[in-house]
């Protein structure tokens, strides 16, 4: 059955008698899509074991937190379950890869081999669907909404705009909102610029719902919704979970279960989901829909709305990276955003009431404008409320950089939270490859019942990986360390014959140790940053002996397996760095147990995802060379040793060089 098919009540494919074993119907649909595969799929009995746990915890309405190493299956282990259990279930993920997967490739194969009726719907974000509302608007003759001219001489990000782009864009745009069926971004043949289809689309905040929008009986968004409220599987994005949380709810359609994949990176997007965020560019796109809407008599009141941009460009640019007090304890240093923050407040409400009094003429014909003008606002208002508000739990800081800064608000802690507002209300199922050190706590799990399943993973990591630690490198303080961590790298990837992935901690020491060793690599060196990143890993696979040289956003979410990957490298232990406002700000709460209760679990869980690159299939084989010497020698590597798989150790690199010889003369 197609995504999005309808669902007969009572009859989906789990509605079975009361004797139903939910495990053996669970198992069952598994073995017949995993026969499916080609060459008859592999049997896993960590698979297997994973699926009848969750079939049972569906069942039950337990939560179940599942580690299932590389190669295990998992996504078909929770979602065979998930289409047997007779209940409704989203699948959240982290990544849009495994979004993607799920939608092109698992879900497909599901629904050739289940019985009975089924139906799977993916559901993005608001802001990822055209708006009928907004298109038409600008289609009848709203050229001064950026048909003719941008709205606003600069972007959202207070860059310049290009009139004669952005034109042609929204003229492309609009003739395929005229063909396209589902409205999605994702289909348009060309990646439009943010301010193009900011001015065809509208997020959460402005939208006022489609009762009250015109256009609201044929809006894509809408109708993406009513699909997913018909599915018995629906698969969203993680961020859109945090958001149907930090709503109340109705974001999402209701549902009984809920599976988070890649549970590791859960707390940090429910801190980003519950806090708030303030960006110059909401009052420069409020200041500028509401000139529109006034009358001449009230433009100062808009103007006023777009002077906070600036001054809060100015002004936040003057603290990145730090932590702001509002109180009345704040710095002379930090009274500029308290104050500036202050004055946004009252000129958005100012603002608001004067779009209240435009309101009350039920003649106007840009009514839907208006709405939209007014929902807009009104978070606007209440964000710069909560950061004006904020409490001894939460913490106000500067994010992103001088031309985008971002003022947010994050809560230090969410267990609290998600134990009022999750589990108790949902059953869930959180999975990873790898789950951190007391995940269960800092997610308010504890105390619900929760139980635990391992299941290993079913690749021969202590016959096909080596885990390499050169203990003796010097210190990375010393002046000695960068030559010598270059030369360790030259001759690891002599050894490899390139091969490699060489991941760093930071830009500056990955382009550094790229610019020394692409003259002197025989291999062609691929840097982050040269190619998007999905061309930068099919270049790196398809030429078998290239490098990729790359940064943090690499350790993970990377999948080259076969002959291209022999040879990771990290070139230190992935701690968090100091600085960090909500990482300083939980290490002070937790006092002298700061860095085993923050910074150890972080660096274990990017350590093990760091060297989950390597083993991707059953006839992989290669090296980890973990070019930290305290790996080897401080009295905290045995937690970190303890989240890796269980590869063979060596500190001696004649061992590696012998290893990667055999692994080249099998065949690897």
């Given at each position: 059955?197609?995504?999005?098919?309808?669902?007969?009540?009572?009859?989906?494919?789990?509605?079975?008698?009361?004797?139903?074993?939910?495990?053996?119907?669970?198992?069952?649909?598994?073995?017949?899509?995993?026969?499916?595969?080609?060459g008859?799929?592999?049997?896993?009995?960590?698979?297997?074991?994973?699926?009848?746990?969750?079939?049972?915890?569906?069942?039950?309405?337990?939560?179940?937190?599942?580690?299932?190493?590389?190669?295990?299956?998992?996504s078909?282990a929770?979602?065979?379950?998930?289409?047997?259990?007779?209940?409704?279930?989203?699948?959240?993920?982290?990544?849009?890869?495994?979004?993607?997967?799920?939608?092109?490739?698992?879900?497909?194969?599901?629904?050739?081999?289940?019985?009975?009726?089924?139906?799977?719907?993916?559901?993005?974000?608001?802001?990822?669907?055209?708006?009928?509302?907004?298109?038409?608007?600008?289609?009848?003759?709203?050229?001064?909404?950026?048909?003719?001219?941008?709205?606003?001489?600069?972007?959202?990000?207070?860059?310049?705009?290009?009139?004669?782009?952005?034109?042609?864009?929204?003229?492309?745009?609009?003739?395929?909102?005229?063909?396209t069926?589902?409205?999605?971004?994702?289909?348009?043949?060309?990646?439009?610029?943010?301010?193009?289809?900011?001015?065809?689309?509208?997020?959460?905040?402005?939208?006022?719902?489609?009762?009250?929008?015109?256009?609201?009986?044929?809006?894509?968004?809408?109708?993406?919704?009513?699909?997913?409220?018909?599915?018995?599987v629906?698969?969203?994005?993680?961020?859109?979970?945090?958001?149907?949380?930090a709503?109340?709810g109705?974001?999402?359609?209701?549902?009984?279960?809920?599976?988070?994949?890649?549970?590791?990176?859960?707390?940090?997007?429910?801190?980003?989901?519950?806090?708030?965020?303030?960006?110059?560019?909401?009052?420069?796109?409020?200041?500028?829909?509401?000139?529109?809407?006034?009358?001449?008599?009230?433009?100062?009141?808009?103007a006023?709305?777009?002077?906070?941009?600036?001054?809060?460009?100015?002004?936040?640019?003057?603290?990145?990276?730090?932590?702001?007090?509002?109180?009345?304890?704040?710095?002379?240093?930090?009274?500029?955003?308290?104050?500036?923050?202050?004055?946004?407040?009252?000129?958005?409400?100012?603002?608001?009431?004067?779009?209240?009094?435009?309101?009350?003429?039920?003649?106007?014909?840009?009514?839907?404008?208006?709405v939209?003008?007014?929902?807009?606002a009104?978070?606007?208002?209440?964000?710069?409320?909560?950061?004006?508000?904020?409490?001894?739990?939460?913490?106000?800081?500067?994010?992103?950089?001088?031309?985008?800064?971002?003022?947010?608000?994050?809560?230090?802690?969410?267990?609290?939270?998600?134990?009022?507002?999750?589990?108790?209300?949902?059953?869930a199922?959180?999975?990873?490859?790898?789950?951190?050190?007391?995940?269960?706590?800092?997610?308010?799990?504890?105390g619900?019942?929760?139980?635990?399943?391992?299941?290993?993973?079913?690749?021969?990591?202590?016959?096909?990986?080596?885990?390499?630690?050169?203990?003796?490198?010097?210190?990375?303080?010393?002046?000695?360390?960068?030559?010598?961590?270059?030369?360790?790298?030259?001759?690891?990837?002599?050894?490899?014959?390139?091969?490699?992935?060489?991941?760093?901690?930071?830009?500056?020491?990955?382009?550094?140790?790229?610019?020394?060793?692409?003259?002197?690599?025989?291999?062609?060196?691929?840097?982050?940053?040269?190619?998007?990143?999905?061309?930068?890993?099919?270049?790196?696979?398809?030429?078998?002996?290239?490098?990729?040289?790359?940064?943090?956003?690499?350790?993970?979410?990377?999948?080259?397996?076969?002959?291209?990957?022999?040879?990771?490298?990290?070139?230190?232990l992935?701690?968090?760095?100091?600085?960090?406002?909500?990482?300083?700000?939980?290490?002070?709460?937790?006092?002298?147990?700061?860095f085993?209760?923050?910074?150890?679990?972080?660096?274990?869980?990017l350590?093990?995802?760091?060297?989950?690159?390597?083993?991707?299939?059953?006839?992989?084989?290669?090296?980890?060379?973990?070019?930290?010497?305290?790996?080897?020698?401080?009295?905290y590597?045995t937690?970190?040793?303890?989240?890796?798989?269980?590869?063979?150790?060596?500190?001696?690199?004649?061992?590696?060089?012998?290893?990667?010889a055999?692994?080249?003369?099998?065949?690897?």
């Amino acid at each position: 059955m197609k995504e999005g098919a309808q669902r007969v009540p009572g009859s989906g494919p789990g509605r079975a008698p009361s004797d139903h074993d939910p495990a053996a119907a669970a198992t069952a649909l598994l073995d017949r899509v995993v026969a499916d595969l080609p060459g008859g799929g592999e049997e896993r009995p960590g698979q297997r074991e994973m699926a009848a746990r969750v079939a049972q915890a569906m069942t039950r309405g337990t939560n179940l937190v599942v580690q299932a190493g590389t190669g295990t299956g998992k996504s078909l282990a929770y979602l065979a379950p998930a289409a047997t259990s007779g209940k409704t279930v989203v699948v959240a993920t982290a990544t849009k890869a495994l979004q993607d997967q799920l939608a092109t490739k698992d879900l497909p194969l599901l629904d050739a081999a289940v019985d009975g009726p089924f139906a799977w719907a993916v559901l993005k974000g608001r802001s990822n669907y055209l708006c009928r509302q907004r298109a038409s608007e600008l289609g009848d003759g709203g050229g001064r909404l950026g048909l003719g001219e941008p709205a606003d001489e600069r972007d959202d990000y207070g860059a310049p705009s290009d009139p004669g782009r952005l034109a042609d864009q929204l003229h492309r745009i609009l003739r395929w909102s005229g063909r396209t069926e589902s409205g999605d971004r994702a289909e348009l043949s060309f990646e439009p610029s943010a301010r193009a289809w900011a001015m065809v689309s509208v997020g959460p905040r402005e939208c006022p719902g489609a009762f009250r929008c015109p256009s609201g009986q044929r809006c894509f968004a809408e109708a993406a919704r009513d699909r997913a409220a018909a599915a018995d599987v629906i698969v969203v994005n993680t961020h859109l979970y945090g958001a149907h949380l930090a709503a109340g709810g109705g974001v999402l359609p209701p549902h009984e279960v809920v599976v988070f994949d890649e549970a590791h990176e859960l707390e940090e997007v429910m801190t980003a989901s519950l806090g708030a965020e303030v960006t110059p560019g909401r009052f420069r796109a409020l200041s500028a829909g509401a000139r529109a809407l006034l009358p001449r008599e009230d433009a100062s009141v808009a103007a006023g709305v777009g002077e906070i941009a600036d001054a809060m460009t100015e002004a936040l640019a003057r603290h990145l990276g730090s932590r702001v007090s509002l109180g009345g304890g704040a710095g002379v240093a930090q009274r500029d955003v308290a104050d500036l923050v202050t004055l946004a407040r009252a000129r958005v409400d100012e603002l608001t009431a004067r779009l209240r009094v435009a309101e009350r003429d039920a003649g106007r014909e840009d009514q839907a404008s208006l709405v939209r003008s007014l929902s807009a606002a009104g978070h606007l208002a209440e964000d710069l409320g909560r950061i004006l508000a904020v409490s001894d739990d939460e913490v106000v800081w500067v994010d992103g950089d001088r031309r985008a800064p971002v003022l947010r608000l994050s809560p230090v802690d969410v267990s609290d939270a998600l134990h009022e507002s999750l589990w108790g209300v949902v059953s869930a199922v959180l999975t990873s490859a790898t789950i951190p050190v007391g995940l269960e706590a800092r997610l308010g799990l504890e105390g619900t019942g929760v139980t635990q399943l391992d299941v290993g993973s079913p690749f021969d990591f202590a016959n096909h990986a080596l885990l390499y630690v050169a203990r003796h490198l010097p210190d990375r303080r010393r002046a000695d360390a960068e030559p010598a961590l270059i030369e360790e790298l030259a001759a690891l990837i002599d050894a490899a014959g390139g091969r490699t992935l060489a991941l760093f901690t930071s830009r500056r020491a990955t382009e550094a140790a790229a610019a020394a060793l692409a003259p002197r690599l025989p291999h062609r060196v691929l840097v982050q940053g040269q190619l998007p990143k999905p061309a930068l890993l099919a270049a790196f696979s398809a030429e078998e002996s290239s490098c990729l040289f790359a940064t943090l956003g690499f350790w993970q979410g990377v999948d080259v397996p076969g002959r291209s990957l022999s040879l990771v490298t990290l070139d230190r232990l992935p701690f968090p760095r100091p600085g960090d406002p909500v990482a300083d700000a939980r290490r002070e709460r937790a006092g002298d147990a700061a860095f085993g209760a923050v910074d150890l679990p972080r660096a274990a869980t990017l350590l093990a995802q760091g060297v989950g690159r390597l083993i991707r299939s059953a006839e992989d084989r290669g090296v980890v060379a973990v070019l930290d010497s305290r790996l080897a020698t401080a009295s905290y590597r045995t937690t970190l040793l303890a989240a890796l798989p269980p590869m063979r150790r060596t500190t001696d690199r004649r061992v590696v060089e012998r290893f990667l010889a055999d692994a080249l003369a099998a065949g690897a």
